[in-house]
């Protein structure tokens, strides 16, 4: 016997003044919501005690409309489960939920209706990369590695001793002892100099660009974008009203000068220095002294992401672009997306002094604060040593997963992948020959099982040549070997 759960009742209208009896109001309500789909066939309603007292009437009217609903097979009374709306009303009798969401073909507008032009702009191509959770979704980390157990404990341990502090409203820019935990890490492994006033707590870096932009530009301000850039900056900054200047990145990273060249009236630069989403290299050191001279001079601003740079391989993690910027011109991006997991939805912002009032109210703005049960179990687990160790640990995970990638490229692909920037992160980005349509090639993938990123659609000027973005973090060897096997018959 299908069994569906108490649902929320539709608002009942009763007009007290109509000559319509109370009861027969009542039976024609339920008649309705049933017929229109709003009440499902042995979905539970209300007992007669309980609705009487919801509408403010007197029980009678309320058991003579359900005598009477029972009597026409519309409601069917079990002993001790209640009454429900009748199982044997066939559900094409009933309008399906779905339906009544979707507008009529005449409120419709030129076949779309019409929204605002943010949401155009907020509207990415087509990803198909995105449709399964096998090898090689960029930005998933290693999950089968994740400590599980230990973090739902942690998780289980303070929802189980929430205060009532911990369940009121916190402070827009996060719970203290995670934003003094962060910044501790942050001076340690990044060189960020910071104290634990200047970090903001928000729901990923996702969010923590949508502030930037709120916060620093107004809208048809400029801000020079890295291309290749992230599709994720082009969005939040589009939002925002921002127009986005094109600036290349070579070997050593955005083009400086070229950027000065074309975009010398911009308010901002995006950049991911430590490794450049998405070729994968690392900004040299003579670009980042370029970069922050002609903000200090310009009166720019540098979003600085630095999403993945705890893992690098070969040589110490690069120190920040934040550390060596002495105009705090710099603001500072980080997650736990990528060293944690992407559900947790935690990351922070490293804020000058001077605009940490503006953050705090744009957070405020926006969604007032993050999860505070995340937050408090997050301060934790770095308290206890475990965020350290994990790094660790994943470093040497992700330093054979990356093996492991190259070496299936050397046997599958040979020349018709040329891995570039691998030194560093989850994920590494591969050119192909010149002409083949990497869009055309990553959707064959998806078709196999296979998730790779084209680069074309991370570009705003279109590119000599296409390219894939592999993400190794969440794929194991099994994975990996087969993965770029599929990946070589679509070629
Ligand atoms: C360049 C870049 N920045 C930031 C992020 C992380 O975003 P979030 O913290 O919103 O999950 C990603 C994730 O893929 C990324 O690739």
């Known amino acids: ?44 309603v209300p007992s007669t005690r309980s609705l009487a007292n919801e509408l403010g009437i007197s029980r009678i009217p309320v058991l003579g409309a359900y005598e009477q609903l029972q009597s026409e097979g519309f409601l069917e009374t079990f002993t001790g489960a209640g009454t429900c709306v009748a199982r044997a009303i066939p559900s094409d009798l009933t309008v399906p939920r779905a339906k009544l969401a979707r507008p009529e073909p005449a409120a419709m507008h030129g076949g779309s209706r019409r929204t605002s032009l943010r949401a155009a702009q907020m509207r990415t191509p087509e990803a198909t990369w995105l449709a399964n959770m096998g090898a090689f979704r960029v930005g998933l980390p290693a999950l089968d590695a994740f400590p599980a157990a230990l973090w739902s404990k942690l998780v289980s341990r303070h929802a189980r001793h929430l205060s009532a502090e911990a369940m009121g409203y916190g402070d827009p820019m996060g719970h203290l002892p995670l934003r003094e935990a962060i910044a501790e890490y942050l001076g340690a492994a990044r060189a960020v100099r910071c104290n634990a006033s200047q970090i903001l707590i928000t729901t990923g870096s996702q969010q923590a660009l949508q502030i930037c932009a709120h916060v620093l530009l107004d809208p048809g301000e400029r801000v020079w974008m890295e291309d290749p850039g992230y599709p994720g900056a082009h969005q939040a900054l589009r939002t925002a009203g921002a127009e986005l200047v094109p600036v290349p990145v070579d070997a050593e990273g955005i083009d400086v000068a070229h950027g000065a060249r074309v975009g010398a009236d911009a308010r901002a630069v995006y950049i991911s220095p430590s490794h450049q989403f998405p070729l994968g290299m690392a900004m040299s050191a003579s670009r980042r002294m370029q970069l922050l001279h002609w903000a200090a001079s310009n009166d720019a601003w540098i979003i600085e992401d630095d999403y993945d740079s705890e893992y690098r391989f070969g040589s110490r993690p690069l120190s920040s ?23 947790l939805r935690l990351g922070y912002v490293v804020v000058p002094e001077d605009l940490v009032a503006d953050f705090h109210a744009g957070r405020d703005a926006i969604d007032t604060f993050s999860s505070m049960l995340y937050q408090s179990a997050m301060t934790e687990f770095i308290r206890e040593g475990h965020f350290a160790r994990h790094i660790r640990s994943m470093r040497t995970l992700y330093m054979q997963r990356r093996e492991a990638v190259h070496e299936a490229i050397r046997k599958y692909l040979g020349e018709r992948l040329e891995v570039i920037g691998t030194e560093a992160g989850m994920q590494l980005a591969g ?61």
């Open 1 to 44: 016997m299908q069994r569906i759960p108490a649902g929320f009742l539709p608002p009942v209208a009763m007009d007290s003044g109509s000559d319509t009896p109370m009861y027969q109001q009542l039976s024609d309500w339920f008649r309705r919501a049933i017929s229109s789909g709003q009440l499902r066939p042995g979905q539970r």
């Open 321 to 343: 672009l934040q550390g060596a910027d002495t105009h705090a011109r710099v603001i500072y991006l980080g997650t736990f997306s990528k060293v944690m997991f992407p559900a």
């Open 431 to 491: 050119l192909l020959p010149h002409g083949v349509d990497d869009v055309a090639v990553s959707r064959k993938a998806a078709t196999k099982g296979v998730s790779v990123r084209p680069l074309t659609p991370c570009y705003l000027e279109p590119p000599s040549r296409g390219g894939l973005l592999l993400g190794y973090g969440g794929a194991n060897l099994a994975q990996i070997d087969e993965g770029v096997r599929r990946l070589a018959e679509c070629f």
